[in-house]
């Protein structure tokens, strides 16, 4: 069964960092894209970064988050991450762990989602 | 960049009734188009992909479609248990921003 956890998230003040842990099992995290998508208080789904699978680990990121946010894998780990630096209140949302469907697509549709982290950014 | 532009934002409906809601792309592009189904309070569950092809485990009485640039999901006859936002997603699309629709919050008469 395919499980993804996310952890890391909490009250940080504007300005502050955090990062984000996800903890997979079930699957062959190494093979997949994965990504982060958050969805701010009462508002819709925003993707946020995503990192590739397989052979080739690019990285993706919104115009929102890039040159702030960094997504990273640990693939022995089997563990997804993303480091948050510079965090305003627009950031403030659930962070959600998405993987990817098919193997080694970066931007790809998600069939499995973790239940999500909250960061809350605020003074 | 592909915008994606979701209709209605909130729609309500009686059971049995037929729900259609529509993505509609700022330009053409390929059948990429998968959507979701969030529960209040719960993680978005994937309907449909490739605009049309039925996720593993979904019911069938949802269905996708895409002609031109709409996309559309179809709730052939609507279920209690179908009180949800939908989302529609576009993917292998670059850059990948803005990749999913506004959503749209469907309720029970």
């Known amino acids: 069964e395919v499980q993804l956890l996310e952890s890391g998230g909490g009250l940080v003040q504007p300005g502050g960092s955090l990062r984000l842990s996800c903890a997979t099992s079930g699957f062959t995290f190494s093979t997949y894209g994965m990504s982060w998508v958050r969805q701010a208080p009462g508002k819709g789904l925003e993707w946020v970064a995503g990192i590739g699978g397989g052979l080739d680990y690019t990285a993706d990121y919104a115009e929102s988050v890039r040159g702030r946010f960094t997504v990273s894998r640990d693939n022995p780990k089997n563990r997804l991450y993303l480091q948050m630096n510079n965090l305003g209140a627009d950031d403030t949302a659930v962070y959600y762990c998405?993987?990817?469907?098919?193997?080694?697509?970066?931007?790809?549709?998600?069939?499995?989602w973790g239940q999500g982290t909250l960061v809350l950014v605020s003074s | 960049d592909v915008q994606m532009t979701q209709s209605p934002s909130s729609l309500s409906a009686s059971v049995g009734d037929r729900v259609t809601i529509t993505c509609r792309a700022s330009?053409?592009?390929?059948?990429?188009v998968a959507w979701y189904q969030q529960k209040p309070g719960k993680v978005p569950t994937l309907l449909i992909y490739?605009?049309?092809t039925l996720h593993s485990g979904v019911p069938s009485r949802f269905s996708g479609r895409a002609s031109g640039t709409d996309f559309t999901l179809t709730i052939s006859s609507l279920q209690p248990e179908d009180v949800a936002t939908y989302y529609c997603q576009k993917y292998n699309s670059s850059p990948p921003g803005y990749s999913f629709g506004q959503g749209t919050k469907l309720e029970i008469k």
């Open positions: 998405a993987k990817g469907y098919r193997v080694a697509v970066l931007r790809d549709y998600y069939d499995h």
């Open positions: 490739d605009a049309s």
């Open positions: 330009q053409g592009m390929s059948n990429s």
